[in-house]
């Protein structure tokens, strides 16, 4: 059985960083694309970054230069390294694979 489970989200000053985790059972993150959304009450789900099993790496475009994705094959974990946050950038994230997503972890971006 798949799992991702997600952590490191909090409340950030503007301006501030979060590393976000994404730690996976029951797969190898090395051998699939492993993507980050985000969620806000009331909105749909959008896509932020996606790391592939080759370590391609892409980012919607609000957030490339700030946001970093990676990972950790030893770990089994992918991170969502998140810098000069914007109040915008609060959500709720969520790995995901394929129809596999996580219970999410909440950032807030306030001052």
């Known amino acids: 059985q798949v799992q991702l489970v997600e952590s490191g989200g909090g409340l950030v000053q503007p301006g501030g960083s979060l590393r976000l985790s994404c730690a996976a059972s029951?797969?190898?993150?090395?051998?699939?694309?492993i993507n980050w959304f985000r969620q806000t009450p009331g909105n749909q789900r959008e896509w932020v970054a996606i790391?592939?099993?080759?370590?391609?790496?892409n980012y919607r475009e609000s957030v490339k230069g700030r946001f970093t994705i990676s990972r950790d094959n030893a770990k089994n974990t992918v991170y969502l390294q998140m810098n000069s946050l914007k109040p915008e950038d609060t959500a709720t994230y969520y790995c995901?694979?394929?129809?596999?997503w996580g219970q999410g972890t909440l950032v807030t971006v306030s001052s």
């Open positions: 995901n694979r394929g129809g596999t």
């Open positions: 029951g797969i190898s993150v090395s051998l699939w694309a």
């Open positions: 790391i592939t099993s080759g370590g391609n790496t």
